[in-house]
Structure formats: structure tokens, C-alpha cells
């Protein structure tokens, strides 16, 4: 039995995503990915500007003056959102924890993609398999994976990306559109997502939250490490710490940024409190204009 203030949470993030992609990115998700091909659809008369090479010479032999071929877009892709459940996204300190920004991130792209046709699928991990949705289309479909993401008990506290695509691999037989939401809190996931490229067009978006560069000045506290449970008591008010806490964190986000790069692999980079919208139509018109 689900809660009612769960199923209440649920119904905002349906109303508030749907609108998003009704008002917002209408058309802009659909710009952004190509179709599996193109199919035959009808002939009509030549016009001036058209493609020679689009002449159906039969027909136009037949009536005695040019018809050319129309084709288009075989839309129906298969979207799979691979997000991360490990106990560090069950951190936020922007009125959100990192798995509610996930959840409304993934809500947003599902919506997205069954309103162009598209199936909708879901797995999720931590340090271990934890669910797989089948892909599928449909409003309830979207609704349930929405469900899953808030409510979903995970068993593993820790992050295995490679893992996630891993099986991946297993339980798709063709390419899809995939989008790994973390916060990459791993290593050694540079080599599986490569190989995951070579198949699959691999986006991954990563949600960060602002006090994991900055760190307030709030005196003596103790941090706890939410995947490992380590602590360590540290002292806010020294300004050295707390920049080179926050040259960390840039230093890693930067090396990421990198491996991304040298992959050939579009990134999208969220911050908890902030809009991810913004994000997501510049990574749509990026897409849009390489197609």
C-alpha cells in the first residue's frame, strides 16, 4: 500500500513534468534523436526544389510526367533510463534529495518519449541489480516508473555503474536512447560505458548537489559518507579546508567531463535547487544541430 502523501508527491511530479513537456520541450526531445530509418509512405507530383533522386520513374512513366517518393521518419525508439539508487542520492540539502531530482528528471524524458511513440523502459542500481521495468509505452507505464523511483526499497547502499551496463547489455536486443542518471560517485565505469557506446546512444546526466562543492562556514561537524557510513569530524570555519574541499570536487567533475569527451559522449550536468530544464533544452538543440 502505497502512501498518501507518496501518491500525492507522484500526481505533483506527473502535473508538473507533463507541463514541462507539453509548455516547454514540445518537439525539441523529438528533433534531438534520430528514428531507426526511413520507410516509404506515398508518391505525389514533382515540384520544383525537389530530390532527383527521389523520382519514382514507374509511376512517373506510367502518367507521363514526375512523381517523386515520400519517406518517413520509423520513429518508434526504446528509451532506458538507468538510474542509480545508492544511499548518496539520498542526500540533498536544496529542498530535494538527488533521488526526487532524479525522479522528476526521468519523469520529464518518459513523458517525453511517449508522446512521440517511443517505449519507456527502467532499470535500477546500486551496488547491485535492484529492479527492471520492461520497455513499454503509455501514461500508466510512465506513472508506475515514476512510483518505483520514489518508493523503491534498494537492497545495495553502494555504486556499481558498470554493473548497470552490464545488464543493460543482457536485456536489450537492439539499440536504444539510454540515459544513466548519478551522481558517478564510482570508478572504473569508463571502459563498460565505451562499450555500451559502441551499441547504444549513452547520455549520462549528472545530478550534483551544491553542498558537495561548497561547504558552508557552520563551525565544527561531523560528515558522514552515506555509501561507506565513514565520518570525520571537520571544522568548517577553516577557509583553506573549505576550498580545497571545493577544488576537489571542480577537479573531479572536470576529470569527468574529460572521460565524457574522449568517449564522444554527450553529458548533461544537473544541480539539485536548480532548474534541469535549462540543461536538458541545451543538450536537445546541441543534439538537434548534429543531426
Excluded at 570555519?237 to 567533475?253: D, G, S, V, Y
Aim: charged share 30%.
Amino acid at each position: 500500500m502505497i502512501p498518501k502523501e507518496l501518491l500525492k508527491k507522484i500526481r505533483r511530479i506527473e502535473i508538473r513534468t507533463s507541463h514541462m513537456v507539453n509548455d516547454v520541450l514540445a518537439g525539441q526531445y523529438h528533433s534531438a534523436f534520430k528514428g531507426r530509418g526511413m520507410e516509404f509512405e506515398e508518391v505525389r507530383t514533382y515540384q520544383p526544389g525537389d530530390d532527383v533522386r527521389t523520382i519514382e520513374w514507374n509511376v512517373s512513366a506510367r502518367y507521363g510526367h514526375p512523381f517523386v517518393k515520400i519517406f518517413k521518419e520509423e520513429r518508434e525508439l526504446t528509451v532506458m533510463l538507468l538510474v542509480d539508487l545508492s544511499r548518496s542520492h539520498s542526500f540533498g540539502t536544496a529542498d530535494q534529495l538527488k533521488r526526487e531530482v532524479a525522479a522528476e528528471i526521468c519523469a520529464t524524458l518518459a513523458f517525453s518519449a511517449i508522446r512521440n511513440n517511443d517505449n519507456i523502459g527502467l532499470i535500477t542500481f546500486t551496488d547491485q541489480i535492484e529492479q527492471f521495468v520492461p520497455p513499454k509505452k503509455g501514461s500508466r507505464h510512465v506513472l508506475r516508473i515514476i512510483r518505483d523511483l520514489l518508493y523503491f526499497e534498494p537492497e545495495g547502499q553502494h555504486t556499481d555503474i558498470s554493473l548497470a551496463f552490464q545488464h543493460l547489455d543482457r536485456v536489450t536486443t537492439r539499440k536504444c536512447v539510454v540515459f544513466v542518471v548519478s551522481d558517478f560517485q564510482d570508478t572504473n565505469y569508463e571502459q563498460p560505458m565505451r562499450i555500451a557506446r559502441r551499441r547504444h546512444d549513452v547520455i549520462p546526466i549528472t545530478i550534483t548537489d551544491p553542498r558537495e562543492v561548497n561547504l558552508p562556514n557552520v563551525g565544527i561537524i561531523e560528515l558522514v559518507d552515506a555509501e561507506t557510513g565513514k565520518t570525520v569530524v571537520v571544522d568548517t570555519a577553516n577557509k583553506r579546508l573549505r576550498e580545497q574541499f571545493t577544488t576537489a570536487a571542480i577537479t573531479t567533475a572536470d576529470t569527468r567531463t574529460e572521460q565524457f569527451r574522449r568517449s564522444n559522449i554527450d553529458a548533461i550536468d544537473v544541480t539539485a535547487g536548480q532548474s534541469f530544464i535549462d540543461p536538458l533544452q541545451k543538450f536537445f538543440r546541441k543534439r538537434k544541430a548534429k543531426r
